[in-house]
């Protein structure tokens, strides 16, 4: 026998509290009805409904003069109102415009059809990497439902045992609650969030249960967009270099050109940790918790092993969900679980 922890809400308003204030749970419904009636709902529009939802609050179909809804606007488009949040809005137009209108122009043209064709792919990966962008800024990373209590369901497990798998029920101090497996506290957001990963500046929300994958994709997406244009701004040296265009170009070409590798480079180690990260079932806070136990464990002569690594592909499906045609769409988060339990290693073997 080995020791298993669930966490569970246990009344009818702690759920109602908990789909109460997520945009994406009323969606989540409709869509389902809409299925159970043999509609066919396609992607985009599935995606327009969770993203409408996003921005505009659960009841965005009869927002009309709903205070509800007001406040809710407010409150998740008020994230937008920070200085690192506009500055990646203004370096996402700056490096569309440049790599378009500066870099492609002259290198092969826009109106020819390599130009085009180099336009359109990369308009694309722009748009999505806003695309992402913006879920991961309005999305609720997902909060502990109101009167949460752990629900430790084997009697088996010695408080070792359970201590050494980093399982142990835990209570916040500063919301003087308990608080699910892999829930922390943010000082920023000033609330536990479900499944921490870390508070992100540059998206002005936390990452966690319910927006790590849109983060995923934020990074993967911004890497592609920027490797593509740090392709097409060397080309575009190497043919000036040709051509003998004036040294005051080439500077700002090279200047724009380093930068953009080095903008690349950055996002790429970026997006390899994330991979590592997600490949491990691991948050960040893990990784640096998992680092001190496993030192604890070398100590006493035992191995440390993440408790919630349960698999390369699992791990993976959970993060992405099952369906690999819906992996790069960001909103398709429908695999998503409420964040209070999660499997095990010890439940897996
Ligand atoms: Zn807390
Ligand atoms: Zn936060």
Redesign the pocket.
């Given at each position: 026998m080995y020791p298993t922890l669930t966490s569970q809400v246990r009344t009818k308003s702690n759920v109602e509290s908990q789909s109460g204030d997520q945009p994406n749970s009323s969606m989540k419904n409709e869509i389902r009805s809409s299925l159970d009636q043999g509609q066919k709902v396609d992607e985009f529009s599935k995606s327009t409904k969770y993203f409408i939802n996003l921005a505009f609050g659960p009841n965005s179909k009869i927002r009309g003069c709903d205070d509800y809804w007001k406040n809710y606007s407010k409150m998740k488009l008020k994230r937008f109102v920070s200085i690192p949040v506009l500055s990646v809005i203004t370096l996402v137009g700056f490096v569309y415009y440049t790599t378009l209108f500066v870099f492609i122009e002259d290198w092969i043209g826009l109106q020819s059809s390599a130009g085009f064709l180099n336009s359109l792919i990369f308009t694309a990966l722009a748009s999505m990497c806003v695309f992402s962008f913006l879920v991961c800024v309005l999305a609720d990373p997902g909060g502990v439902p109101s009167g949460f209590l752990p629900d430790v369901e084997d009697s088996y497990a010695s408080d070792q045992e359970t201590k050494r798998n980093g399982v142990v029920p835990k209570k916040c101090d500063k919301c003087s609650a308990y608080k699910p497996p892999r829930a922390h506290h943010?000082r920023?957001?000033r609330r536990c969030?479900l499944r921490m990963d870390h508070?992100c500046t540059w998206i002005n929300?936390?990452v966690g249960q319910r927006n790590y994958k849109p983060f995923l994709l934020l990074v993967f997406y911004a890497t592609a967009a920027t490797t593509y244009s740090a392709a097409i701004i060397i080309s575009c040296i190497i043919k000036d270099w040709d051509t003998g265009a004036s040294s005051t170009s080439k500077t700002f070409r090279i200047g724009i050109g380093l930068w953009i590798t080095a903008l690349s480079l950055t996002l790429g180690s970026l997006l390899i940790w994330n991979i590592y990260l997600a490949s491990h079932n691991m948050t960040t806070i893990e990784y640096h918790e998992g680092k001190r136990a496993a030192w604890l464990a070398r100590k006493s002569g035992l191995s440390y092993h993440h408790p919630y690594d349960v698999g390369f592909y699992k791990n993976a499906t959970l993060v992405l969900g099952s369906n690999m045609l819906k992996w790069l769409w960001p909103t398709a988060t429908s695999h998503i679980k409420d964040g209070l339990s999660f499997p095990t290693i010890r439940e897996s073997s």
């Open positions: 943010c920023v957001c969030v508070h929300n936390c």
